[in-house]
């Protein structure tokens, strides 16, 4: 089930991932949506653009996640993580409480849409 703990924008888009559960990040163009509801593979489904949530994040760099900390989400794959933006990563939020080094954990996260 999706923590929904701020307001966001919705978007209409067309899944081009796996199945997204509720609650699940899924990919519309360059940027990332929060799925209020589940979302089919290529399936069309509406994305929140902006809000508080709590969501899994991983360290991918090594040295932990701060509160705080820009988060990245991989294109291919919708997972969050600390990795710096570039090829496939694009910018999704902010961290709102701490991961430790190497780890993933279901934090709150601040969505913010570029």
């Known amino acids: 089930m999706i923590n929904k703990t701020?307001?966001?924008n919705i978007v209409t888009f067309t899944n081009g991932l796996g199945a997204i559960a509720a609650g699940g990040v899924g990919i519309c163009g360059n940027f990332a949506v929060v799925c209020p509801s589940a979302v089919g593979a290529g399936a069309v489904g509406q994305g929140e653009t902006e809000?508080?949530?709590?969501?899994?994040?991983?360290?991918t760099?090594?040295?932990g996640i701060a509160d705080g900390d820009v988060?990245?989400?991989a294109l291919a794959t919708g997972v969050i993580s600390n990795t710096a933006i570039g090829a496939g990563q694009v910018h999704f939020g902010y961290a709102?409480?701490?991961v430790g080094a190497g780890?993933?954990?279901?934090i709150n996260v601040l969505k913010k849409h570029l």
Do not use: F, N, Q, S
């Open 61 to 63: 760099v090594g040295g």
């Open 51 to 59: 809000g508080e949530y709590d969501l899994p994040v991983t360290d």
């Open 6 to 8: 701020g307001e966001g």
């Open 71 to 73: 988060l990245t989400v």
């Open 96 to 98: 709102r409480e701490v």
């Open 103 to 106: 780890l993933t954990a279901t």
